[in-house]
C-alpha cells in the first residue's frame, strides 16, 4: 500500500504524521520524504546513512562549431529554456525541462545532452525504517523530475509512506500519482480550512481515497469538522493542542516515541487509511 500525507498549506504537521505512522508500524516499511525543497524527516527517523547519490537530468549543450544559428531550437522550447536572436543559442539550465525537443529540431545535430546535477538523494536505515529523502539543489525551481526519482525507490509488497510537500501545485501532484490512499493534514484556522479546501479539489480530481486528520485540535474550534461533515469526508484523527507534543517535537521526538498512549491512535489511523484504500 502506498499512503501519502498531503496538506494544502505548510506547516500543518504532514511530517507529524509521517514518521508517528512510520513508527507505529511493526514491519519493515518504507518513508520516502517528497518534500525536496524542505525535507526534514530524517530529523525524527535519525537513521544511518547507507547510501547518498547525485542526481542529474539532461540539459541540451551546444557546438558551436556546427551550430548555423537558425533558432530551430529556441523556438520549439516552450519554457525559455534555450533563446536564439539569430545567435548562437543561450541555455537556462533551471528552465529546462529535459523535453529533447531542442535536439530533435536542429538541423545539423549541433545540440547534444548532458548531465546537469539539481540534487541528492539519501538513504537511511533505522531499524524496520528505511528513509529515502529528496534534497534539490539550492535555487533549483525544478521539483517533479527529483520526487519521481525517490519514488523509483517504491518496494512491491511494502507498506510506503510518501510525505509530500505542501500545497496543490506540480510537485504534490507527482508526489501523489499512484497513491492508493491519502491523508490531509490541516488545522483548525481559517487559513486552514481555505487551503484543506484547494487539496480536497486536488485529491478529488486525481481521484484518490482519502481523510483528514487535524492537528492542534481544540474544543470548540470545529470550522474543519463542520466542513467535512458538509462533504462527507472521513475525519481519521485529530491530535490534540498540546504543548507537551509540541516540546517533543522540538527536540526531534516524536508523539508515539515520548507519549506511547497515542501508539493505539496512530495503529487505528492505519487501518482506517486501509479500509479506505480497498474502497477504492
Known amino acids: 500500500m502506498i499512503l501519502a500525507i498531503a496538506s494544502g498549506k505548510g506547516g500543518t504537521g504532514k511530517t507529524t504524521v509521517a514518521v508517528n505512522l512510520a513508527q507505529t508500524i511493526e514491519q519493515d516499511i518504507f518513508l520516502l520524504d517528497c518534500d525536496v525543497e524542505e525535507p526534514n524527516s530524517h530529523i525524527f527517523v535519525q537513521g544511518n546513512k547507507i ?3 547525485d542526481f542529474s537530468v539532461p540539459i541540451p549543450k551546444v557546438d558551436e562549431d556546427l551550430c548555423q544559428e537558425c533558432g530551430e531550437c529556441a523556438k520549439i522550447c516552450q519554457f525559455n529554456a534555450i533563446v536564439s536572436f539569430n ?3 543561450l541555455i537556462f539550465p533551471e528552465l529546462c525541462h529535459s523535453c529533447g525537443g531542442c535536439i530533435k529540431v ?3 545535430k549541433a545540440l547534444s545532452e548532458v548531465e546537469h546535477t539539481i540534487g541528492k538523494i539519501s538513504i537511511y536505515k533505522n531499524q524496520h525504517i528505511t528513509l529515502v529523502e529528496g534534497k534539490l539543489n539550492i535555487g533549483h525551481p525544478m521539483a517533479p523530475p527529483l520526487i519521481k526519482a525517490v519514488k523509483k525507490h517504491i518496494p512491491e509488497n511494502k507498506i510506503t509512506i510518501l510525505d509530500a510537500p505542501p500545497g496543490t501545485s506540480c510537485p504534490v501532484i507527482a508526489t501523489l500519482k499512484k497513491a492508493d490512499v491519502v491523508l490531509l493534514v490541516t488545522e483548525p484556522t481559517p487559513f486552514g480550512l481555505n487551503d484543506l479546501k484547494l487539496a480536497v479539489e486536488t485529491v478529488r480530481e486525481l481521484k484518490i481515497p482519502f ?3 487535524i492537528n492542534r485540535a481544540e ?3 470545529d470550522l474543519i469538522e ?3 461533515q458538509e462533504q462527507g469526508i472521513p475525519i481519521l484523527l485529530q491530535i490534540p493542542d498540546s504543548r507537551q507534543i509540541a516540546e517533543f517535537y522540538s527536540k526531534g521526538k516524536t508523539v508515539v516515541e515520548s507519549m506511547p498512549e497515542f501508539k493505539k491512535e496512530f495503529k487505528t489511523l492505519l487501518e482506517q487509511a486501509m479500509l479506505l484504500a ?3
Request: hydrophobic share 15%.
Open 51 to 53: 547510501e547518498e547519490k
Open 87 to 89: 545567435t548562437v543559442p
Open 106 to 108: 536542429c538541423p545539423t
Open 211 to 213: 481523510g483528514v486528520v
Open 219 to 221: 474544543p470548540g474550534r
Open 226 to 228: 463542520n466542513y467535512c
Open 278 to 280: 480497498r474502497r477504492q
